[in-house]
């Protein structure tokens, strides 16, 4: 069948399967590394958070089939405990301990794999976790691990407090200054304001550590203290924002820390 007369002087219609696809490839060099560095973040981010889910969804599910979760850990931990049993009462932590302990030194090897820089807090997490998870582990208590959180907290403090008062340095502006500028004085108020908060955020875990069940803890653990940490943030970021420039676009969000310094890892 022959076509009419200038039927094929019209266009051809674009394929719309063969429509060039926006991809990162195709983007401006700029855009490609903002999309490069998001993606990093967001991976930090999910390995920052993975070892405080995995405690936390270990010790939920071992404290709602405890006898079997004893039987477990006495099974394949037994070797590692004083006495070689592990009881129903903590069973649950010491499960979620020794997952914690696998996923934060996995968590350092991807890192190593991958030739990243190891954070030195994240190393100092890992330091506690060690000494603490594993006197939880041998004598079979959960008081040892439920100092984490605190020993952590106070060590920030001490670090922000020495740094200042030995040599003369604002530790918080040596690592966010080069994206914020703010004035001498605002640096002196935010690090105060963060001692004292690690000081209180120590003390509010010991609190619940000792006034309530390993299960509340738990829970403080995870939502209480991640939830202190994120509203203090948010106030701070509003405290900040008086003092910024309006032309000024700093790199990291007003009122975050570094992940080098602060992060769910360190719960």
Not at 1 to 15: A, I, K, N, T, V
Not at 25 to 51: I, Q, V, Y
């Amino acid at each position: 069948m022959s076509l009419p007369e200038g039927y094929r002087d019209f266009p051809e219609s674009p394929d719309r399967h063969s429509a060039p696809r926006a991809t990162i490839d195709s983007a401006p060099p700029g855009a490609r590394a903002d999309f490069a560095t998001r993606d990093r973040a967001s991976m930090k981010l999910f390995l920052d958070f993975l070892p405080l889910i995995l405690f936390f969804g270990v010790f939920k599910f071992a404290d709602m089939h405890a006898d079997a979760a004893a039987r477990y850990a006495t099974e394949h931990f037994g070797f590692a405990v004083s006495g070689g049993v592990v009881g129903v009462d903590e069973a649950p932590v010491l499960l979620a301990t020794v997952v914690v302990m696998v996923a934060t030194l996995v968590q350092i090897c991807i890192l190593v794999l991958m030739r990243r820089k190891v954070d030195t807090m994240l190393w100092v997490t890992f330091g506690l976790i060690a000494v603490l998870g594993g006197a939880t582990i041998w004598f079979h208590d959960p008081t040892f691990i439920k100092w984490k959180p605190s020993a952590l907290d106070w060590a920030m403090a001490l670090a922000l407090w020495l740094s200042q008062a030995l040599f003369g340095k604002n530790l918080l502006q040596v690592l966010i200054g080069a994206q914020l500028d703010l004035p001498k004085q605002v640096w002196q108020r935010l690090n105060w304001a963060w001692i004292a908060f690690f000081v209180l955020m120590g003390v509010a875990n010991l609190y619940v550590a000792y006034n309530y069940s390993t299960s509340v803890w738990a829970t403080f653990k995870v939502f209480g203290l991640t939830g202190l940490m994120l509203a203090f943030m948010v106030a701070q970021g509003f405290y900040i924002s008086r003092f910024l420039k309006d032309e000024e676009t700093p790199k990291e969000t007003p009122g975050t820390l570094p992940a080098a310094s602060v992060g769910p890892d360190s719960r």
